[in-house]
């Protein structure tokens, strides 16, 4: 079995609303913006800060439900200060040939300023043959 690495989940431009360096690891995030995109806690996620570039993964714990927190802990609160601008991923490993047969789909929301969802859709790979057909908004 081959398998592949694929996002399955995004939350684009949302905000850091507090950094917790004392905190043992991880990075907390309001349930509702996690169960929008299908991000489990513990699942692991790569982070892009978009104010200085600095990259890094952990997990996601959920914080308080309907506080549209996004709160790193630990050593990543050193990589951010409230207010920076992320870019949070979640992948799954797919089977290439289910991926052949069945296609893939990832849920993107992007936030506005205060972390409420400015917009969502989801992007698709469809099966054509021996090729897919990618589609940004479904």
């Known amino acids: 079995m081959t398998t592949i690495r694929l996002m399955h989940a995004k939350l684009h431009r949302v905000r850091v609303t507090s950094a917790n360096v ?8 309001d349930p509702d913006l996690m169960e929008k995109v299908g991000i489990l806690p513990l699942e692991e996620l790569d982070i892009v800060n978009l104010n200085n570039a ?3 993964s ?13 709160c790193p802990n630990g050593g990543a609160a050193l990589l951010c200060q ?3 601008i992320l870019i949070i991923y979640a992948y799954e490993e797919c089977d290439r040939a289910e991926l052949i047969k069945k296609g893939h ?3 993107v ?14 992007q698709t790979l469809t ?9 940004e908004r479904c």
């Not at 099966?127 to 589609?135: A, I, L, T």
């Open 22 to 29: 004392d905190y043992i690891g991880s990075i907390s995030i």
């Open 54 to 56: 600095k990259r890094w």
């Open 58 to 70: 952990t997990y996601a714990i959920p914080g308080e439900r309907g506080s549209k927190e996004i």
């Open 82 to 84: 409230e207010g920076d």
């Open 105 to 107: 789909k990832a849920k």
């Open 109 to 122: 929301l992007v936030a506005d300023e205060n972390n409420n969802i400015a917009d969502f859709f989801e």
């Open 127 to 135: 099966p054509n043959q021996d090729k897919f057909h990618f589609q």
